[in-house]
């Protein structure tokens, strides 16, 4: 039976799957990315919107 101390090092030199490094680097360029593209995104969900109110008060208009 391993020891507790082999384990961790065991642990500590696998390199299989993504490391904490790698996952923070993924965030942080997709958070770039978002905040390149909000104000696009936010003025299409703003016109989706609107005609969405458009049509909803168009058909209680109607009944």
């Known amino acids: ?3 507790l101390k082999s ?3 065991s642990f500590l ?3 299989e799957g993504q ?3 790698e ?3 993924i965030l942080a360029v997709v958070m770039v990315i978002a905040m390149k593209f909000k104000s696009g995104i936010s003025d299409q969900l703003g016109r989706a919107t ?3 109110g ?3 008060g168009n058909t209680v208009d109607d009944i």
Request: hydrophobic share 35%; charged share 45%.
């Open 19 to 21: 490391s904490t490094t």
């Open 50 to 52: 609107e005609k969405i």
């Open 23 to 25: 996952y923070i680097l």
């Open 7 to 9: 384990k961790l090092l």
């Open 13 to 15: 030199r696998e390199e």
């Open 54 to 56: 458009e049509k909803i």
């Open 1 to 3: 039976m391993k020891s």
